[in-house]
């Protein structure tokens, strides 16, 4: 019984809902529309409402780099699994244009790009791998880019008894 819990906990299908009811990102309109059954991506939206909209009448900042903040770290950490230690390190978004109406990321972690963050971990070292997501407007439009680095580190190994 117990497996099957953690298998059912482990599920992308029960992250998202999780996600979709966590209280900022209700709060900020944030809904995650998808997440790949491999966590290889996910795709996430929020329409302009007036609880999200700054002074001048478009998305707030903060809402926008909220949309982005967690996904790339879910996305490593469930690929690699749990002999790896995987954190948010650091960020920057450069807002380009004003969101209005519905805006979308989209995140993807290739398998290259976790071949390469295992190549560079093997040994025990940190590797700090940076990901870009853009938010766009639905007709296109690019409103803003992030950079998240990525601190990764394989665990050490538990001494055999």
């Known amino acids: ?21 966590y209280g900022p990102y209700r709060g900020a309109g944030v809904k995650v529309k998808h997440l790949a059954d491999d966590y290889s ?21 903060g809402s926008l780099y909220s949309m982005v903040d967690p996904f790339h770290m879910l996305l490593v950490m469930n690929q690699l699994g749990p002999e790896y230690i ?18 979308i990321a989209h995140f993807e972690v290739s398998p ?21 997501v853009e938010v766009r407007a639905e007709d ?10 990525l601190y990764v580190r394989k665990k050490p ?3 055999k008894s």
């Open 1 to 21: 019984m117990k497996k099957n819990l953690v298998q059912f906990f482990n599920q992308p299908r029960f992250l998202r809902h999780v996600l979709n009811w």
């Open 157 to 159: 190994q538990k001494a």
């Open 86 to 103: 995987v954190w948010d390190k650091e960020a920057k978004i450069e807002f380009i244009s004003p969101g209005r109406g519905t805006v």
């Open 41 to 61: 991506s996910a795709t996430v939206e929020m329409p302009l409402r007036w609880y999200n909209r700054n002074y001048v009448g478009t998305h707030f900042g």
């Open 140 to 149: 296109g439009t690019l409103v803003a880019k992030a950079i998240k680095t």
């Open 112 to 132: 290259e790009h976790l071949d390469d963050i295992k190549a560079k971990t093997e040994d025990g070292q940190k590797y700090l791998p940076e990901f870009e």
